[in-house]
């Protein structure tokens, strides 16, 4: 009986977790177990994948970034 | 898009100096191997002075920072003046970036703090952009794309942000200090949109990894 508790509790926390965003660290067995969070876990990652689905950055924005930002890091003089 | 928020003239681009740029022309995008030391050693060597390593580190980075840049505004002018930004912030600080690996992370969070300032400076809602090319997707992909687009549009404008701020890596704490919110309210807001989201899908029977 308490195995189950235990299960359900942990359960509980990884949706919790899942939902909120937070970090699921060390939750993997459960994850790969569990019938509602795995899938739960499977269809938040494609949601985020899509959302982060960008544009390629312009030709040339490596070079511009780098011109611009050199000097401040690399000048040692100017460093306090 | 492009259009909707007061941009900040105040800011300045900074063009106090170059590094050799043939030297940058044929580094591909995108993450890949660092070598020389990894970061560390390349951290030590752009505080040295050495221009090379400091366009390693940003060659290293700038795919991954222009990406979260890109999904957390939806505007490229605006992406690409976090990404310098970001940069510039980070050059500006980086004898205190954390040792050991902790590079990536640190940059992230500060192109994160940096996006979502910037969206905080617009006035109105910032609308979450739900169009994404569709090229070179399978028929199963481009359905299930279509579901979560519905799902999506079916939710509120707080709701889709509060699922893209997630999406992108934001932590609570991050949004509630950028808001000025409790990060537990944060917490309850992602947790409420994205069982909303994730009953929608399941309702229109897609959104499956």
């Known amino acids: 009986m308490s195995e189950l508790r235990e299960l359900l509790e942990r359960h509980d926390r990884v949706m919790r977790l899942l939902l909120e965003g937070e970090p699921v660290l ?14 739960t876990a499977a269809k938040l990652a494609e949601v985020a994948r899509w959302l982060l689905e960008a544009p390629r950055p312009r030709p040339g924005l490596l070079r511009d970034v780098v011109e611009r930002t050199a000097a401040r890091c690399c000048s040692a003089e100017e460093r306090p | 898009m492009g259009e909707r928020g007061p941009q900040k003239p105040g800011r300045q681009m900074g063009c106090m100096g170059a590094p050799d740029p043939s030297a940058l022309s044929a580094a591909p995008l995108g993450p890949r191997m660092v070598h020389d030391g990894g970061h560390d050693g390349l951290v030590a060597r752009a505080l040295g002075a050495d221009e090379a390593a400091w366009a390693e580190i940003v060659a290293h980075h700038l795919e991954e920072v222009w990406s979260s840049s890109w999904a957390l505004l939806g505007d490229a002018p605006a992406a690409e003046r976090i990404v310098e930004d970001t940069f510039r912030t980070v050059g500006e600080r980086l004898s205190e970036v954390p040792p050991d690996g902790r590079l990536r992370p640190w940059i992230l969070a500060t192109c994160r703090r940096l996006a979502l300032e910037e969206r905080g400076s617009w006035a109105g809602d910032v609308p979450v952009d739900l169009t994404r090319p569709a090229c070179g997707l399978d028929e199963g992909r481009w359905v299930r794309r279509a579901d979560l687009e519905r799902a999506l549009a079916a939710l509120g404008e707080d709701e889709r942000e509060a699922i893209l701020l997630a999406a992108a890596g934001c932590t609570a704490e991050e949004v509630a200090g950028a808001r000025g ?17 994730l009953l929608l899908l399941d309702s229109s029977g897609g959104g499956g990894g």
């Open chain 1, 26 to 39: 060390g939750q993997e067995p459960h994850l790969a177990g569990c019938p509602v969070c795995g899938p």
């Open chain 2, 181 to 197: 919110v409790p990060a537990a309210t944060v917490r309850a807001g992602r947790a409420s949109a994205r069982a909303k989201l």
